[in-house]
């Protein structure tokens, strides 16, 4: 027995929803295979993933005309001989040899004749093809041309002016951040200083060292005072990076010393949470010079990321080795923090510096920086990256992909100059560089 042939694919581009649920309905009761798309460019993918063998395209799209998608696919060798039929309301003879001469083969007009349209198409899907003059032609040729550059002018201004409108909301943004960083520091201040001087008053002493409850409830206290301190830190740190301010102590330091000053901050994480922290200082170099304080901070920064996408009873490392160089000046210091966790979706690799960059959905967010996949406002590897410049150096992570149950795991690199000097960060931090 015969297999009957498949049906043959029409891709309908048509932003309509009347045209576009008529003329699918009446298709594929003709026994044709119906694709559709309500956007030029969202045609095009399809186009190029599905290969169909015909195309029917409006005039008047969202984004791109119907010439212009004509234009684009009959540049690709893949759709030379793809038929490609207008369908459209213009039924002017200057549009019509507009679109013949952008590559279309034919030329329908609305309103539409649903008992012809499929016999018309069996005309174009046999090689069918409108007539027109070669004068005719070339004179569509150039008005069409025309056409396309007034439209690309008017875009270009368009996206100049939607440009100027971003950039103007983002300094308001990062106005709006710092101002907001200011003025909560001033209660935070005040907040701090009376909770040192209530944990210092002996009577308050005295009760806490009989009342469990209440010293669970100063801790508590306590605990959410210092944490409202980093994220403020964090933001007027990151602010002090876009406005070119971050100033940088470079001085001869103990990176063994830096480390293990890192890793007692979250040792107590690390146990209750049974993860396995792996050192390898062996090749580490004996002194550098750096800012102890920042640096500290990115190594804060990155073994919190570490802890936050590592689950229960996972592995985290540090390695450390020096790169030597034809000279001392010329001697780098690689870091690289390594972890079991979840890992990172390739596509974000790039974006994950990014200020206000999550990968959790923040609709999820959790209110732990210590937590398997606990939260956090997005900064702390945007402050990694700006310190890391500052010094000359460089950051960036690794990652075979983002898969919660195989835990393929991440690592995030740091190489610094041995001999760190204050510079400008490299491109790349939103394209603002540190004045040091």
């Known amino acids: 027995m015969t297999e009957a042939p498949a049906p043959r694919r029409i891709l309908y581009i048509e932003d309509d929803p009347a045209s576009l649920n008529l003329v699918e309905r009446t298709l594929r009761y003709a026994g044709f295979h119906v694709l559709t798309a309500n956007r030029g460019l969202q045609g095009i993918d399809i186009a190029r993933r599905e290969h169909p063998d015909l195309i029917l395209v409006d005039i008047n799209l969202p984004d791109l005309t119907g010439r212009e998608i004509a234009t684009t696919l009959r540049a690709d060798n893949a759709f030379a001989g793809t038929p490609i039929v207008?369908?459209?309301?213009?039924?002017?003879?200057e549009?019509?040899?507009?679109?013949?001469?952008?590559?279309?083969?034919?030329?329908?007009?609305?309103?539409?004749?649903?008992?012809h349209l499929p016999m018309q198409l069996e005309f174009y899907l046999t090689g069918g093809n409108d007539p027109i003059e070669p004068d005719?032609?070339?004179?569509?040729?150039?008005?069409?041309?025309?056409?396309?550059?007034?439209?690309?002018?008017?875009?270009?201004?368009?996206?100049?002016?939607?440009?100027?409108?971003?950039?103007?909301?983002?300094?308001?943004?990062?106005?709006?951040?710092?101002?907001?960083?200011?003025?909560?520091?001033?209660?935070?201040?005040l907040l701090i200083g009376y909770n040192r001087l209530l944990l210092e008053n002996p009577g308050m002493k005295a009760m806490l060292a009989e009342d469990e409850g209440s010293r669970l409830l100063v801790d508590g206290m306590s605990q959410s005072i210092s944490r409202m301190q980093t994220i403020i830190n964090e933001i007027m740190t990151v602010n002090r990076i876009i406005t070119n301010r971050l100033e940088t102590t470079i001085a001869p330091i103990s990176i063994r010393d830096l480390v293990d000053q890192a890793v007692a901050r979250v040792a107590t994480v690390v146990r209750e949470r049974k993860l396995n922290l792996e050192l390898n200082l062996t090749n580490a170099p004996s002194r550098m010079l750096a800012d102890w304080d920042l640096l500290e901070l990115v190594f804060r920064n990155l073994l919190g990321n570490a802890l936050k996408y590592t689950p229960d009873k996972g592995t985290i490392s540090i390695s450390i080795t020096a790169n030597p160089g034809t000279g001392p000046e010329d001697t780098t210091v690689q870091i690289v923090i390594r972890d079991t966790g979840i890992g990172i979706p390739v596509e974000s690799l790039d974006r994950i510096f990014e200020r206000f960059n999550t990968v959790n959905d923040p609709m999820l967010h959790s209110t732990s920086k210590t937590a398997f996949r606990g939260g956090g406002i997005g900064l702390g590897l945007a402050v990694a990256k700006g310190i890391v410049e500052a010094h000359g150096g460089r950051i960036w992570a690794e990652s075979p992909g983002y898969d919660p149950d195989r835990n393929p795991g991440s690592a995030f690199y740091i190489v610094l100059p041995l001999m760190a000097t204050s510079r400008k960060p490299q491109a790349g931090f939103t394209s603002i560089a540190s004045k040091v």
Do not use: C, W
């Open 136 to 189: 005719t032609l070339s004179q569509a040729q150039t008005r069409y041309t025309q056409e396309v550059v007034t439209r690309l002018e008017k875009r270009i201004r368009e996206l100049e002016k939607y440009n100027a409108d971003l950039t103007r909301l983002d300094h308001y943004k990062d106005a709006f951040v710092n101002i907001a960083a200011h003025e909560l520091r001033t209660p935070l201040t």
């Open 95 to 115: 549009q019509r040899n507009m679109s013949m001469a952008a590559g279309i083969n034919g030329y329908l007009t609305k309103p539409l004749d649903v008992e």
């Open 86 to 93: 207008a369908l459209t309301a213009q039924a002017m003879n």
